[in-house]
């Protein structure tokens, strides 16, 4: 099976500033890929560099075997890229359904985007119940749902998600992890940057453990962790091999 | 006929918007004040100076005096700043220059209204040439423009103006760093207010006259220009700016005589001005002159002396 | 650094020689002209320096004085005092001229003054009507082309006390002028014993053109007559608006800033003058001058002269005259021939008092009638002359 | 424990209805280095801000030097001694690196206007001193070289380093760092610490948020650890290391 | 007696006015983030495009309104991307933005003043007055408040149910998930600036009806016009409807009571002035808290 999604040899940050080192990550189709890590390993950068949010200093994206390196933010979209932001990822004085309206901006013919706006209502109905309230009334984990909502409503082929499970208590958590379960039968492909290590990998089929912005550890989600060494080395407290 | 003469009128001029370019310096180039109302400063300590030397003060007094009420109203000004993004202060303040004008247009009791009040000159020599009387003029308004370009030379070469340039490069990081916002600014719009209500007073008495037109908007919007076109944060660029100006303003006036032009040149003179202003914005953001370093004596010190710093960098 | 400094030391240096340069051997006679091209009155100005333009064309057509070419030296006084000062003193300084028909507003006027006299350059404005400016050291360097507002305040509250009229509103303009028309004429009510009362009073700011609840306070106020003191801009905007509010039925009196057929030009203003004025004052000479400048001013520019067209080119012309008399172009002399100067002007007879102000004191009432021959439809006809000693 | 540099007490704050910081409890003791850990979102950066003033805690009592600081601005806080450096260096990025330190200094005579103008004698004896102690600090985090360039020349790595040396420059009681490792190398960062400890020694106490855990547990004497805006463990590195709870946390639960 | 009717009857004429300037204002403010004093110029423009095509081409109003609506919109967005998007990709500052604006305005209105010259231009179109009950109502007062009520139905139906205007809700909003969602936010922003700067012309054509034209026609009004936009909260439509009768209200009543007491009616322009500082300082973001969805 070809990778739809690849990055090779990556260095990615802000400014001036490089956060992430030579990180390689590939994305098959219908799979789904968790990026794990303490904070400021950089796993958010490194998405973000994908679409244009974060700055790209070297290495190349390819995405179905074309190379999209340096892709303007809202081109990678239409090209069925889906990225769901960790904070501000709902516009908060729009309701949800015109949210989603957002989220189609690129799709044609108002019948699609209809039949597309039910789809979503079907995966989501916790949404469709407050379709006309404004995004910002919804709960935490109702915007959760929205943001990654919108981002479907683009049909992506490929979704990003930035820590989707950050500041949520356990039952939306949950909710959101049953969603993705849903999505990835969908046939899209995921990746999901996450601090709530477990939770992540048990949706996930690979796993990328990131840790002061290079890649410690990558392999199947469920052998991840068996070891206590690879939780100590995780936190950064076990010397590296190297 | 003397054009010299002109040229000493020019000079005054320079001069007195040297001090308010000076001003807007500090409150904007150093504390990162958008006082777009500095017109309603120069207006109150033209109005001080005129009402008071009617009443028989000597000029230095009314000078003084219009500084000081001018410095007060900076300080009623900075209380609603602090809490104002720069836009919103830009507006507010704004509109506050043109209701104080439309009070000492409409209040004849207050300030003679559209008749406005007649100042006489400060220091009249008697039997002097025109010449004489505009060196007079000149000395006069550059001694307080030295005094003024003094203190915020002083101010710009100290840890209070380096404070007060950490603020404007970020309140919030100056503030847990105990440089407290509100007593800065407050104090950067207290002096450059006192300092325009001077230049205020000066034009007051080189004109002998204060009228509600004279204190249109237009003022305010000259005077930025002067600002950033000089460069802000460096008081040479003020006064450079001052000084480019008003010759810009004066020189197209002239040179326009010596030209058959298309079109009508009051139009033109404009034209160019916006043009002028949107090509150093494009393209000399920081104006002529770049910021001012901090020169205070320990640091001359420092750099001078400090082998380790020299061995360092060489 | 050095560059820089290198790039503005150029600057100076192109701009300086031209501000100090001296002009060769006037080839022509010099007339400054200082109008207000910019800001407030920039309308008005426009028009006048036509009128300035006209008398220019007309004085050089009959050979120019003293032998020479006339060159109209036109500043933009900006409508800022200060900034008409600074013309004053470019022409006097600069040019070297020696007489200025100018400057257009009282503000500036009374900065140049002073300054004129210093420097000995006469000046003939042609629309600072403040009577103020009168009592100003240096007047008698001050010459004025137009009446002052007291003479035509006096005039129009004869008025008031001939028609008996005894509630009285104004809307007057919120400057120098309008007050000025106003305070002349609640003196001239007050010294002529007249019992009636003023029920409201409003000062427009000619920027605002949104009258109609001032407009709606003088309705309400139920007043027998209404003063207005405008410009022709601006007063068409008041007259169109009053017409709209239904302020016709109200007799009005209007000024010379209302006069001329610049106000015709808005149907409803030129619709609400023939109903409601009932007299306006303006300065009228005995002939026939007036009309003949009309004729040759639309003939020129396309449009009528409105006010102070006619005395800003009285005012080129007084200075053509008065060099030509004094046989030499200087400012003293010039000053001399001009208190002796006498002629027609397009504004009516011409000459100046002790004070510099002009002597004649004919001023006609005039009223609007529809005339159909006429572009507008409308026309300002004469109802009496009034003679002030 | 009345002798605590920093007493904090039930100290909660909200944005919106969310508990960014929940009842937190906890206290400093003179000297040392102090670690606060937890992941992202746990509250860390927020309680660090309450406590330097630029929120208002909802609930609860912040002590320092016994000295309740709830109500007291930045600026007051500052001069207590109590100071910060921040995660995202805040640097005055048109003032030069020693400009940047200068501005950190506590008690400088010529920070007054009146001074400024007319006792100029007074402060720059002072700032001459100060500027040797600046030399001394910039010298130990290696930004001696760039001393005169403006703090925006300086790299990532070398802005947090002033970030952390302009805390140091104000000569505080207690010194709040937010991650000062973080977007440095490891070598850098280790070196930081190592820095930190000396100063230590010196009478200034450290709190410190910190990611990179193998350096902090290192140095710190105490660490406590947040999760979800509470303080879920405290301990000694080696105690906290040990802890299942503390993988829990950081992994999450399944 | 006060005809307060009449008051209030003439207060809905000033705040459509205001309103139909204030909403490209306000939404350009609150999508680039810099108050535009340039807007003032846009409307005079307007004012001398729709003069130009209604009476010296004579084709009638509406057609005017038009034409000026395109034109004064297209130079609405080249001014944006000559001047202001450039200014801005160079890290300018509001302030910078905000004396650039100033400076487009000199040069506007400038040569708008060497090309129709400074003499006031007036509209031929007439409309009579009648009386309606204890109201003077003339037909244009009615246009233009028609025409602000057309205005705020349509800027309603394109903000709430057109997917250009839920993009500038959202852009305005949050720029950075804008782009994420696929939406061009540099083009939501030219729209917006056509969008601005063409009704601003509606508007600069209406006082020009109402009044007369000359080069400050714009200039005249701009400051209660920012009033408007302050008030009403930046980049929200529903506050400015708001703010703009507020606005026309207080001015009006304003009018009455300087007269009942004594004062200069010249108060009258700095009554919105007054307004505008203390909206600013007392609540800053204007009435935006009661009208969320702008």
């Given at each position: 099976?070809?990778?739809?999604?690849?990055?090779?040899?990556?260095?990615?940050?802000?400014?001036?500033?490089?956060?992430?080192?030579?990180?390689?990550?590939?994305?098959?189709?219908g799979?789904?890929?968790?990026?794990?890590?303490?904070?400021?390993?950089?796993?958010?950068?490194?998405?973000?560099?994908?679409?244009?949010?974060?700055?790209?200093?070297?290495?190349?994206?390819f995405?179905?075997?074309?190379?999209?390196?340096?892709?303007?933010?809202?081109?990678?979209?239409?090209?069925?890229?889906?990225?769901?932001?960790?904070?501000?990822?709902?516009?908060?004085?729009?309701?949800?359904?015109?949210?989603?309206?957002?989220?189609?901006?690129?799709?044609?013919?108002?019948?699609?985007?209809?039949?597309?706006?039910?789809?979503?209502?079907?995966?989501?109905?916790?949404?469709?119940?407050?379709?006309?309230?404004?995004?910002?009334?919804?709960?935490?984990?109702?915007?959760?749902?929205?943001?990654?909502?919108?981002?479907?409503?683009?049909?992506?082929?490929?979704?990003?998600?930035?820590?989707?499970?950050?500041?949520?208590?356990?039952?939306?958590?949950?909710?959101?992890?049953?969603?993705?379960?849903?999505i990835?039968?969908?046939?899209?492909?995921?990746?999901?940057?996450?601090?709530?290590?477990?939770?992540?990998l048990?949706?996930?089929?690979r796993?990328?453990?990131?840790?002061?912005?290079?890649?410690?550890?990558?392999?199947?989600?469920?052998?991840?962790?068996?070891?206590?060494?690879?939780?100590?080395?995780?936190?950064?407290?076990?010397?590296?091999?190297? | 006929?003397?054009?010299?003469?002109?040229?000493?009128?020019?000079?005054v001029?320079?001069?007195?918007?040297?001090?308010?370019?000076?001003?807007?310096?500090?409150?904007?180039?150093f504390?990162?004040?958008?006082?777009?109302?500095?017109?309603?400063?120069?207006?109150?300590?033209?109005?001080?100076?005129?009402?008071l030397?009617?009443?028989?003060l000597?000029?230095?007094?009314?000078?003084?005096?219009?500084?000081?009420?001018?410095?007060i109203?900076?300080?009623?000004?900075?209380?609603?700043?602090?809490?104002?993004?720069?836009d919103?202060?830009?507006?507010?303040?704004?509109?506050?220059?043109?209701?104080?004008r439309?009070?000492?247009?409409?209040?004849?009791?207050?300030?003679?209204?559209?008749?406005?009040?007649?100042?006489?000159?400060?220091?009249?020599l008697?039997?002097?040439?025109?010449?004489?009387?505009?060196?007079?003029?000149?000395?006069?308004?550059?001694?307080?423009?030295?005094?003024?370009?003094?203190?915020?030379?002083?101010?710009?070469?100290?840890?209070?103006?380096?404070?007060?340039?950490?603020?404007?490069?970020?309140?919030?990081?100056?503030?847990?760093?105990?440089?407290?916002r509100?007593?800065?600014?407050?104090?950067?719009?207290?002096?450059?207010?006192?300092?325009?209500g001077?230049?205020?007073?000066?034009?007051?008495?080189?004109?002998?006259?204060?009228?509600?037109?004279?204190?249109?908007?237009?003022?305010?919007?000259?005077?930025?220009?002067?600002?950033?076109?000089?460069?802000?944060?460096?008081?040479?660029?003020?006064?450079?700016?001052?000084?480019?100006?008003?010759?810009?303003?004066?020189?197209?006036?002239?040179?326009?005589?010596?030209?058959?032009?298309?079109?009508?040149?009051?139009?033109?003179?404009?034209?160019?001005?916006?043009?002028?202003?949107?090509?150093?914005?494009?393209?000399?953001?920081?104006?002529?002159?770049?910021?001012?370093s901090?020169?205070?004596?320990?640091?001359?010190?420092?750099?001078?002396g400090?082998?380790?710093?020299?061995?360092?960098?060489? | 650094?050095?560059?820089?400094?290198?790039?503005?030391a150029?600057?100076?240096?192109?701009?300086?020689?031209?501000?100090?340069?001296?002009?060769?051997?006037?080839?022509?006679?010099?007339?400054?002209?200082?109008?207000d091209?910019?800001?407030?009155?920039?309308?008005?100005?426009?028009?006048?320096?036509?009128?300035?333009?006209?008398?220019?064309?007309?004085?050089?057509?009959?050979?120019?004085?003293?032998g020479?070419?006339?060159?109209?030296?036109?500043?933009?006084?900006?409508?800022?005092?200060a900034?008409?000062l600074?013309?004053?003193?470019?022409?006097?300084?600069?040019?070297?001229?020696?007489?200025?028909?100018?400057?257009?507003?009282?503000?500036?006027?009374?900065?140049?003054?002073?300054?004129?006299?210093?420097?000995?350059?006469?000046?003939?404005?042609?629309?600072?009507?403040?009577?103020?400016?009168?009592?100003?050291?240096?007047?008698?360097?001050?010459?004025?082309?137009?009446?002052?507002d007291?003479a035509?305040?006096?005039?129009?509250?004869?008025?008031?006390?001939?028609?008996?009229?005894?509630?009285?509103?104004?809307?007057?303009?919120d400057?120098?002028?309008?007050?000025?028309?106003?305070?002349?004429l609640?003196?001239?009510?007050?010294?002529?014993?007249?019992?009636?009362?003023?029920?409201?009073?409003?000062?427009?700011?000619?920027?605002?053109?949104?009258?109609?609840?001032?407009?709606?306070?003088?309705?309400?106020?139920?007043?027998?007559?209404?003063?207005?003191?405008?410009?022709?801009?601006?007063?068409?905007?008041?007259?169109k608006?009053?017409?709209?509010?239904?302020?016709?039925?109200?007799?009005?009196?209007?000024?010379?800033?209302?006069?001329?057929?610049?106000?015709?030009?808005?149907?409803?203003?030129?619709?609400?003058?023939?109903?409601?004025?009932?007299?306006?004052?303006?300065?009228?000479?005995?002939?026939?001058?007036?009309?003949?400048?009309?004729?040759?001013?639309?003939?020129?520019?396309?449009?009528?002269?409105?006010i102070?067209?006619?005395?800003?080119?009285?005012?080129?012309?007084?200075?053509?005259?008065?060099?030509?008399?004094?046989?030499?172009?200087?400012g003293?002399?010039?000053?001399?021939?001009?208190?002796?100067?006498?002629?027609?002007?397009?504004?009516?007879p011409?000459?100046?008092?002790?004070?510099?102000?002009?002597?004649?004191?004919?001023?006609?009432l005039?009223?609007?009638?529809?005339?159909?021959?006429?572009?507008?439809?409308?026309?300002?006809?004469?109802?009496?002359?009034?003679?002030?000693? | 424990?009345?002798?605590?540099?920093?007493?904090?007490?039930?100290?909660?704050?909200?944005?919106?209805?969310?508990?960014?910081?929940?009842?937190?409890?906890?206290?400093?003791t003179?000297?040392?280095?102090?670690?606060?850990?937890?992941?992202?979102?746990?509250?860390?950066?927020?309680?660090?801000?309450?406590?330097?003033?630029?929120?208002?805690?909802?609930?609860?009592?912040?002590?320092?030097?016994?000295?309740?600081?709830?109500?007291?601005?930045?600026?007051?806080?500052?001069?207590?001694?109590?100071?910060?450096?921040?995660?995202?260096?805040?640097?005055?990025?048109?003032?030069?690196?020693?400009d940047?330190?200068?501005?950190?200094?506590?008690?400088?005579?010529?920070?007054?206007?009146?001074?400024?103008?007319?006792?100029?004698?007074?402060?720059?004896?002072?700032?001459?001193?100060?500027?040797?102690?600046?030399?001394?600090?910039?010298?130990?985090?290696?930004?001696?070289?760039?001393?005169?360039?403006?703090?925006?020349?300086?790299?990532?790595?070398?802005?947090?380093?002033?970030?952390?040396?302009?805390?140091?420059?104000?000569?505080?009681?207690?010194?709040?760092?937010?991650?000062?490792?973080?977007?440095?190398?490891?070598?850098?960062?280790?070196?930081?610490?190592?820095?930190?400890?000396?100063?230590?020694?010196?009478?200034?106490?450290?709190?410190?948020?910190?990611?990179?855990?193998?350096?902090?547990?290192?140095?710190?004497?105490?660490?406590?650890?947040?999760?979800?805006?509470?303080?879920?463990?405290?301990g000694?590195?080696?105690?906290?290391?040990?802890?299942?709870t503390?993988?829990?946390?950081?992994?999450?639960?399944? | 007696?006060?005809?307060?009717?009449?008051?209030?009857?003439?207060?809905?004429?000033?705040?459509?006015?205001?309103?139909?300037?204030?909403?490209?204002?306000?939404?350009?403010?609150?999508?680039?983030?810099?108050?535009?004093f340039?807007?003032?110029?846009?409307?005079?423009?307007?004012?001398?495009?729709?003069?130009?095509?209604?009476?010296?081409?004579?084709?009638?109003?509406?057609?005017?309104?038009?034409?000026?609506?395109?034109?004064?919109?297209?130079v609405?967005?080249?001014?944006?991307?000559?001047?202001?998007?450039?200014?801005?990709?160079?890290?300018?500052?509001?302030?910078?933005?905000?004396?650039?604006?100033?400076?487009?305005?000199?040069?506007?209105?400038?040569?708008?003043?060497?090309?129709?010259?400074?003499?006031?231009?007036?509209?031929?179109?007439?409309?009579?007055?009648?009386?309606?009950?204890?109201?003077?109502?003339?037909?244009?007062?009615?246009?233009?408040?028609?025409?602000?009520?057309?205005?705020?139905?349509?800027?309603?139906?394109?903000?709430?149910?057109?997917?250009?205007?839920?993009?500038?809700?959202?852009?305005s909003?949050?720029?950075?998930?804008?782009?994420?969602?696929?939406?061009?936010?540099?083009?939501?922003?030219?729209?917006?600036?056509?969008?601005?700067?063409?009704?601003?012309?509606?508007?600069?054509?209406?006082?020009?009806?109402?009044?007369?034209?000359?080069?400050?026609?714009?200039?005249?009004?701009?400051?209660?016009?920012?009033?408007?936009?302050?008030?009403?909260?930046?980049?929200?439509?529903?506050?400015?409807?708001?703010?703009?009768?507020?606005?026309?209200?207080?001015?009006?009543?304003?009018?009455?009571?300087?007269?009942?007491?004594?004062?200069?009616?010249?108060?009258?322009?700095?009554?919105?002035?007054?307004?505008?500082?203390?909206?600013?300082?007392?609540?800053?973001?204007?009435?935006?808290?009661?009208?969320?969805?702008?």
């Amino acid at each position: 099976m070809d990778p739809i999604f690849v990055a090779e040899d990556i260095n990615a940050g802000y400014g001036d500033v490089i956060i992430v080192q030579g990180v390689s990550i590939q994305l098959a189709e219908g799979e789904t890929v968790a990026i794990v890590g303490p904070n400021g390993s950089g796993k958010s950068t490194l998405i973000k560099s994908f679409l244009g949010f974060a700055r790209l200093f070297q290495g190349s994206v390819f995405y179905q075997g074309k190379d999209i390196t340096g892709i303007a933010s809202n081109r990678a979209v239409s090209l069925g890229i889906g990225y769901v932001p960790q904070i501000n990822n709902v516009f908060l004085n729009l309701t949800t359904a015109e949210n989603l309206d957002m989220g189609a901006y690129h799709r044609k013919g108002k019948a699609s985007i209809k039949a597309g706006m039910a789809e979503i209502y079907d995966m989501f109905p916790e949404l469709e119940a407050r379709k006309n309230g404004l995004a910002g009334n919804l709960s935490g984990g109702e915007r959760q749902m929205l943001a990654i909502a919108r981002a479907m409503m683009a049909q992506p082929k490929v979704l990003f998600l930035d820590e989707p499970l950050a500041s949520l208590s356990p039952k939306p958590a949950s909710a959101i992890l049953s969603k993705m379960e849903n999505i990835r039968e969908s046939g899209t492909a995921i990746i999901i940057v996450e601090q709530n290590v477990k939770k992540a990998l048990s949706v996930s089929n690979r796993g990328y453990v990131l840790v002061n912005g290079t890649c410690a550890i990558e392999g199947d989600a469920a052998s991840l962790f068996a070891e206590d060494s690879s939780k100590q080395r995780y936190l950064g407290l076990e010397a590296k091999k190297d | 006929m003397d054009p010299l003469l002109y040229v000493f009128d020019l000079i005054v001029f320079i001069g007195i918007f040297g001090i308010v370019s000076l001003s807007l310096n500090l409150e904007f180039g150093f504390a990162g004040l958008a006082n777009f109302g500095k017109v309603a400063f120069f207006l109150i300590g033209a109005y001080t100076y005129a009402l008071l030397s009617q009443i028989g003060l000597p000029f230095y007094l009314c000078l003084i005096a219009g500084g000081l009420i001018s410095a007060i109203f900076g300080l009623l000004v900075s209380l609603p700043a602090l809490r104002l993004r720069a836009d919103y202060l830009a507006i507010a303040v704004l509109a506050f220059g043109e209701i104080l004008r439309l009070i000492v247009k409409s209040e004849d009791w207050l300030a003679g209204g559209d008749w406005g009040i007649t100042v006489s000159s400060a220091i009249s020599l008697a039997g002097a040439s025109h010449r004489v009387d505009a060196l007079v003029n000149i000395a006069l308004v550059y001694f307080c423009l030295f005094i003024c370009f003094t203190v915020a030379q002083l101010l710009a070469n100290s840890p209070y103006g380096r404070a007060m340039r950490a603020i404007r490069e970020d309140e919030i990081a100056a503030e847990t760093l105990g440089k407290s916002r509100a007593k800065f600014k407050a104090q950067a719009l207290m002096l450059g207010s006192a300092m325009a209500g001077v230049a205020g007073g000066l034009y007051a008495q080189y004109l002998h006259c204060v009228l509600p037109g004279m204190f249109m908007p237009m003022i305010t919007f000259t005077v930025w220009i002067m600002v950033l076109l000089g460069g802000p944060a460096n008081n040479w660029g003020a006064l450079l700016g001052a000084a480019l100006v008003e010759i810009f303003d004066r020189g197209t006036n002239i040179v326009k005589d010596y030209f058959v032009l298309p079109i009508d040149p009051s139009n033109l003179q404009y034209i160019l001005f916006g043009a002028l202003i949107i090509f150093v914005l494009l393209y000399r953001p920081h104006g002529l002159l770049k910021e001012s370093s901090i020169k205070t004596k320990a640091l001359r010190l420092a750099y001078n002396g400090r082998r380790s710093i020299k061995n360092k960098r060489s | 650094m050095i560059k820089r400094l290198l790039l503005v030391a150029a600057t100076l240096a192109l701009l300086i020689p031209v501000t100090a340069c001296a002009p060769a051997e006037a080839e022509t006679i010099k007339i400054g002209c200082i109008l207000d091209l910019s800001g407030d009155l920039a309308p008005m100005g426009a028009r006048m320096l036509d009128g300035a333009k006209l008398a220019v064309e007309e004085i050089n057509a009959a050979g120019g004085v003293l032998g020479k070419q006339v060159e109209l030296v036109a500043e933009d006084g900006k409508t800022d005092p200060a900034a008409g000062l600074d013309r004053v003193k470019k022409l006097i300084e600069i040019d070297g001229v020696q007489v200025i028909a100018g400057p257009m507003i009282s503000g500036s006027s009374k900065l140049a003054i002073p300054y004129a006299k210093e420097h000995k350059v006469p000046l003939i404005t042609m629309s600072a009507t403040a009577f103020e400016l009168s009592e100003l050291e240096g007047t008698e360097w001050f010459f004025r082309a137009c009446l002052m507002d007291d003479a035509q305040g006096r005039v129009l509250a004869d008025v008031i006390m001939d028609k008996g009229y005894t509630r009285v509103a104004s809307i007057v303009l919120d400057n120098l002028y309008g007050k000025g028309v106003e305070k002349a004429l609640i003196e001239g009510l007050e010294e002529g014993g007249w019992q009636g009362e003023v029920v409201v009073t409003v000062h427009y700011d000619e920027a605002k053109k949104d009258y109609r609840t001032e407009l709606g306070q003088i309705k309400d106020s139920n007043p027998d007559v209404v003063l207005i003191v405008s410009y022709a801009d601006d007063g068409i905007i008041v007259f169109k608006q009053a017409l709209e509010m239904g302020l016709d039925s109200i007799a009005w009196l209007g000024c010379d800033g209302n006069y001329g057929s610049g106000l015709f030009k808005e149907p409803r203003s030129a619709e609400f003058m023939e109903k409601a004025i009932v007299a306006g004052t303006r300065t009228v000479g005995s002939g026939s001058t007036y009309d003949e400048f009309v004729a040759k001013y639309t003939e020129e520019f396309g449009e009528a002269p409105e006010i102070y067209c006619d005395t800003t080119y009285d005012a080129v012309w007084a200075a053509a005259k008065a060099i030509e008399a004094a046989g030499v172009y200087d400012g003293v002399a010039i000053r001399t021939a001009l208190t002796k100067l006498e002629f027609e002007g397009a504004s009516g007879p011409i000459s100046f008092n002790e004070k510099g102000d002009r002597a004649s004191g004919s001023f006609e009432l005039w009223k609007v009638v529809k005339d159909p021959t006429t572009e507008t439809g409308y026309k300002n006809v004469r109802i009496k002359l009034v003679t002030l000693e | 424990m009345e002798d605590a540099l920093l007493r904090i007490r039930e100290v909660s704050k909200h944005f919106g209805g969310v508990y960014a910081v929940n009842g937190v409890s906890l206290d400093i003791t003179h000297g040392g280095v102090c670690g606060l850990v937890g992941p992202n979102g746990s509250g860390k950066t927020t309680l660090f801000n309450t406590i330097l003033g630029l929120h208002r805690p909802d609930q609860g009592e912040i002590y320092f030097h016994g000295e309740c600081i709830n109500n007291l601005a930045p600026h007051q806080i500052y001069e207590l001694g109590l100071v910060n450096a921040f995660q995202l260096p805040r640097l005055f990025y048109d003032l030069s690196v020693l400009d940047n330190m200068l501005v950190a200094a506590r008690g400088h005579q010529g920070d007054r206007l009146f001074n400024s103008l007319f006792l100029r004698r007074r402060w720059q004896e002072q700032e001459k001193g100060l500027i040797e102690e600046a030399l001394d600090i910039l010298e130990l985090v290696e930004l001696d070289k760039w001393v005169s360039s403006p703090a925006g020349e300086l790299s990532g790595g070398q802005r947090k380093l002033l970030e952390v040396a302009r805390g140091l420059m104000a000569k505080p009681t207690l010194l709040l760092l937010d991650e000062p490792a973080a977007g440095i190398n490891p070598v850098l960062g280790k070196k930081i610490f190592q820095k930190l400890a000396d100063f230590s020694h010196n009478g200034i106490t450290f709190f410190v948020v910190e990611h990179r855990l193998e350096i902090l547990f290192e140095f710190a004497s105490w660490v406590y650890v947040m999760d979800k805006g509470r303080i879920a463990i405290a301990g000694q590195p080696q105690n906290i290391i040990g802890d299942p709870t503390f993988y829990t946390i950081y992994l999450g639960e399944e | 007696m006060v005809n307060w009717a009449q008051v209030i009857f003439n207060s809905g004429v000033t705040g459509s006015l205001y309103l139909i300037g204030a909403v490209g204002l306000t939404l350009t403010y609150g999508l680039s983030k810099f108050p535009n004093f340039a807007h003032a110029e846009f409307m005079t423009l307007g004012a001398y495009i729709g003069y130009f095509v209604a009476e010296q081409l004579g084709l009638g109003l509406p057609l005017a309104l038009l034409v000026a609506f395109l034109i004064a919109g297209l130079v609405g967005v080249l001014c944006y991307r000559g001047i202001f998007q450039p200014l801005a990709k160079r890290g300018a500052s509001i302030i910078h933005l905000m004396v650039a604006s100033i400076a487009l305005g000199f040069i506007l209105r400038h040569s708008i003043g060497a090309a129709w010259t400074w003499k006031p231009l007036y509209f031929t179109a007439t409309w009579s007055a009648f009386d309606a009950g204890p109201l003077r109502i003339t037909g244009l007062w009615l246009w233009l408040i028609f025409a602000a009520l057309v205005l705020s139905l349509a800027m309603h139906f394109l903000l709430m149910n057109t997917k250009i205007g839920k993009a500038i809700r959202a852009s305005s909003s949050n720029p950075e998930l804008a782009l994420a969602s696929g939406i061009n936010v540099d083009r939501v922003i030219w729209i917006t600036w056509f969008i601005g700067a063409g009704l601003a012309a509606v508007a600069g054509i209406f006082r020009g009806a109402d009044t007369q034209i000359w080069p400050m026609t714009g200039w005249d009004i701009i400051l209660p016009i920012f009033a408007v936009a302050i008030l009403g909260g930046i980049g929200n439509f529903y506050g400015a409807i708001a703010a703009a009768f507020i606005i026309g209200l207080a001015e009006n009543i304003g009018v009455v009571g300087l007269i009942a007491l004594g004062l200069s009616t010249t108060y009258r322009t700095g009554i919105a002035f007054l307004i505008l500082i203390i909206t600013l300082i007392v609540r800053p973001q204007g009435l935006a808290m009661l009208f969320r969805r702008a």
